[in-house]
């Protein structure tokens, strides 16, 4: 069984996003203003030794020094702040010393199979194309799930002067220099057939409970099971034969897995990560939520917390995040007019829409921040990370919308083509930091992660309910003779959220008339 959660807010950052280094963000949990308004900090994967897709592309685990040093996570610590950090089961980057082994050695390399030939795993399927790569029959092809247009590979060129297709489901960069030689970035997936790849598995496990982690999020594990004839995105039984086995893995070290999936609500992919034991990240709730200010109700809202609280279901909830604002998770859960009304709602607010994997007209989410989504409304971002405190589940806090984040427009610009996720990442230099700290949105905020984060009333055993009519919406926490009510309206954005001993005395409390 998968280790539960505490559920006090976490904070979540690019060790870099907040003055420049982790150093940085310990001061900022330092600072009276902030102190005492998280649990755990999610940390981003540029914490560690990366080279593409900001974090995404992991060379390997060790800390990258330049902006995190092992005296900034004892700093974390001694806050009582654990951490929750990235494992990327699928792949590694072209440059980790396990592919560059393989690389200068070829077939003599330990590292054979611990990277997916392309050609390799697919004899026998196909034909070998002019460029050298094995095109599988349409009857391999047919339930494929791919992230991009064409083949998933990078050819990458041996020392030896030959050349291999590998499997790379996602991003890859190469370069020609001027005298002609090439040089790679990308995320080469690994071949969970391998021992090794299971050796690599456990010791990264090892090394982030080492750092502090009490949560660990698998990203693109969906990917990783594959075999010929069977899909490469939730593989069934394979997906779940892997997360059973990671979990037995991670189980000596006391971390909490928490598998990362996007799938419409209608498929119900959500429902098997939790009937299976994991917490189930709350992808609904930003769009819920939007919607439900657009719509002036808070019924649709009410309607998935309390498919939670029936369900027992543990979640991870947030509002924004270093990517897009979902709205494929909400497909079967909003009318569809809604989605696309939502949808226009938030272009029109200067978003930008990811389309799924390149295909045009079918909408993956909305790159924004969470603030102007909001139509960049102090009063709404206030009544949203109310409501986000009050709801089940451990939540989520995107430091950009803790500072109300506008979008940034210019770091988008200077990404280039792909760069929308940009427009929700500033980096927050320390005057920015210091002015923040003074603006009433912020100082809100923090005043309502504390109340959730050190009253006793918030915990996983406390009886919650949700009831919605209209705009009209309240949640109540009653554990141990305490009480927590939230009661808002969506309309006004006017709301009261206060905690009560058992005589009916306010023990914690912020309005907003």
Not at 41 to 62: A, E, K, M, Q
Not at 141 to 164: C, I, N, Q, W
Not at 262 to 269: F, L, M, P, V
Not at 476 to 490: H, M, T, V
Request: aromatic fraction near 10%; include cysteine.
């Amino acid at each position: 069984m998968n280790k539960p959660m505490d559920i006090g807010p976490m904070l979540n950052a690019y060790p870099d996003s907040l003055a420049g280094n982790l150093s940085g963000a310990a001061e900022l949990l330092q600072r009276p203003e902030a102190q005492g308004a998280f649990t755990s900090f999610y940390i981003l994967p540029s914490l560690f030794n990366t080279d593409l897709d900001r974090g995404f592309s992991v060379i390997d685990y060790g800390l990258n020094g330049e902006i995190a040093k092992e005296e900034d996570l004892e700093a974390l610590r001694s806050l009582g702040v654990d951490l929750k950090l990235d494992f990327i089961l699928n792949h590694l980057s072209v440059q980790s010393p396990q592919f560059q082994d393989l690389v200068q050695r070829g077939e003599a390399s330990p590292y054979r199979d611990f990277f997916i030939d392309w050609n390799r795993f697919w004899e026998g399927c196909g034909e070998i194309g002019p460029d050298g790569v094995l095109q599988p029959r349409e009857e391999y092809l047919r339930d494929m799930f791919f992230r991009k247009p064409g083949l998933p590979v990078l050819t990458v060129e041996f020392a030896d002067g030959t050349s291999k297709p590998y499997w790379n489901t996602f991003y890859q960069q190469v370069d020609t220099d001027e005298n002609g030689n090439k040089h790679y970035l990308g995320q080469m997936d690994l071949d969970i057939r391998s021992p090794l790849v299971w050796d690599f598995y456990r010791d990264t496990l090892g090394k982030l409970a080492g750092y502090g982690a009490k949560i660990v999020r698998l990203d693109a594990f969906a990917y990783a099971p594959k075999e010929a004839g069977a899909r490469n995105f939730l593989n069934d039984p394979g997906t779940w034969q892997l997360l059973e086995r990671v979990t037995e893995l991670a189980r000596p070290y006391g971390v909490t897995l928490l598998p990362e999936i996007h799938a419409s609500y209608e498929e119900g992919t959500y429902r098997i990560v939790a009937q299976k034991g994991y917490p189930v990240y709350d992808f609904f709730l930003p769009g819920l939520l939007l919607d439900a200010f657009e719509e002036g109700s808070g019924e649709m809202l009410a309607r998935w917390a309390n498919e939670i609280l029936m369900s027992g279901m543990q979640t991870v909830n947030m509002l924004g995040c270093h990517d897009g604002i979902p709205v494929l998770d909400l497909k079967g859960l909003l009318p569809e007019e809604r989605i696309r009304a939502l949808i226009d709602t938030l272009v029109a607010r200067g978003g930008f829409v990811k389309d799924l994997h390149g295909a045009k007209n079918v909408y993956y989410q909305v790159n924004a921040t969470y603030y102007s989504a909001l139509g960049e409304d102090d009063r709404r971002m206030l009544l949203a990370r109310a409501v986000q405190m009050f709801l089940p589940g451990k939540p989520q806090v995107w430091y950009l919308d803790l500072f109300a984040g506008k979008n940034d427009y210019a770091a988008m610009e200077k990404a280039g083509a792909g760069g929308h996720k940009e427009i929700n990442r500033t980096n927050l230099r320390r005057e920015d930091i210091e002015e923040g700290l003074q603006k009433p949105v912020v100082k809100g905020q923090l005043e309502l992660l504390r109340m959730r984060a050190q009253q006793p009333v918030f915990a996983p055993d406390a009886e919650i309910t949700v009831q919605a009519q209209g705009s009209r919406l309240e949640i109540s926490w009653k554990r141990g003779g305490q009480e927590a009510l939230l009661q808002a309206d969506l309309a006004s954005c006017g709301f009261t959220a206060v905690v009560r001993d058992g005589d009916g005395r306010e023990l914690d409390g912020f309005r907003q008339e």
